[in-house]
């Protein structure tokens, strides 16, 4: 079972960063649907966006005109606030999930020093995994661990195992886990909802199977 983490002499939730240098990637889905999932298995889940763009944001208050409780708490922050906003939201949560902007180093930053573990969203192209190189520098100077999810994947194509294949060589793990190139990700997403919450087929598996991935390494930390 996941617990909470301790630092200091109180415990506090987790810290989850997703980030990744380039756009569409996938950040917010895998954002707002681990989210949910975190939500729907008993945690308290708080999500913060410090992405200008705004994207999880919007996602949220699409949510709270169609759900009566939206089943999470929200937050946004700019790079100078997001320490302290995630201080105080991990003292009340289970987890915090946090959705970055695809850009510079200095708005990624105080999120990777916040965080316990940094998911890098990969889609299935080389300019893609390109991309991870400076995230992960990045997450390593801060001394936190990274793992890559293959996000928008084509099982069964010749690309998709290349670049599976090459993200296995580089210096960080890799998720069982794959979030596939699904029309239901980018439904849900525009109704403030999420795959899990949709009909059930093969996204409710991915997902469930990425966040207990997710769980069992942050238990081992």
Same mark, same amino acid.
């Given at each position: 079972?996941?617990?909470?983490?301790?630092?200091?002499?109180?415990?506090?939730? %987790?810290?989850?960063?997703?980030?990744?240098?380039?756009?569409?990637?996938?950040?917010?889905?895998? $954002?707002?649907?681990?989210?949910?999932?975190?939500?729907?298995?008993?945690?308290? &889940? $708080?999500?913060?966006?410090?992405?200008?763009?705004?994207?999880?944001? /919007?996602?949220?208050?699409?949510?709270?005109?169609?759900?009566?409780?939206?089943?999470?708490?929200?937050?946004? @922050?700019?790079?100078?606030? &997001?320490? %302290?906003?995630?201080?105080? !939201?991990?003292?009340?949560?289970?987890? &915090?999930?946090?959705?970055?902007?695809?850009?510079?180093?200095?708005?990624? /930053?105080?999120?990777?020093?916040?965080?316990?573990?940094?998911?890098?969203?990969? @889609?299935?192209?080389?300019?893609?995994?390109?991309? &991870?190189?400076?995230?992960?520098?990045?997450?390593?100077?801060? /001394?936190?661990?990274?793992?890559?999810?293959?996000?928008?994947?084509?099982?069964?194509?010749? !690309? $998709?195992?290349?670049?599976?294949?090459?993200?296995?060589?580089?210096?960080?793990?890799?998720?069982? $886990?794959?979030?596939?190139?699904?029309?239901? %990700?980018?439904?849900? !997403?525009?109704?403030?909802?999420?795959?899990?919450?949709?009909?059930?087929?093969?996204?409710?598996?991915?997902?469930?199977?990425?966040?207990?991935?997710?769980?069992?390494?942050?238990?081992?930390?």
């Amino acid at each position: 079972m996941l617990r909470c983490g301790v630092r200091g002499d109180r415990p506090v939730g %987790y810290v989850i960063t997703i980030a990744q240098q380039k756009g569409g990637a996938g950040k917010t889905t895998m $954002a707002v649907n681990l989210a949910v999932a975190f939500a729907k298995a008993g945690k308290s &889940v $708080a999500l913060m966006d410090t992405d200008p763009q705004g994207s999880s944001g /919007r996602w949220f208050m699409t949510r709270l005109e169609t759900h009566d409780d939206p089943g999470l708490e929200f937050s946004t @922050a700019s790079a100078w606030g &997001v320490t %302290y906003e995630v201080r105080k !939201l991990a003292e009340k949560h289970d987890i &915090v999930i946090i959705d970055t902007p695809p850009k510079a180093d200095s708005d990624l /930053r105080p999120a990777l020093r916040a965080s316990d573990l940094v998911l890098i969203p990969v @889609a299935t192209s080389h300019l893609d995994l390109w991309a &991870v190189e400076v995230v992960l520098y990045l997450a390593d100077r801060e /001394r936190k661990p990274a793992m890559m999810v293959m996000t928008r994947a084509r099982p069964g194509t010749r !690309l $998709a195992a290349d670049v599976a294949a090459k993200a296995a060589e580089m210096d960080a793990s890799v998720a069982t $886990a794959v979030l596939s190139n699904r029309v239901v %990700y980018a439904e849900t !997403l525009g109704q403030g909802c999420t795959a899990l919450e949709a009909r059930k087929g093969p996204a409710h598996s991915e997902v469930t199977g990425l966040m207990q991935e997710i769980e069992e390494v942050l238990h081992n930390l």
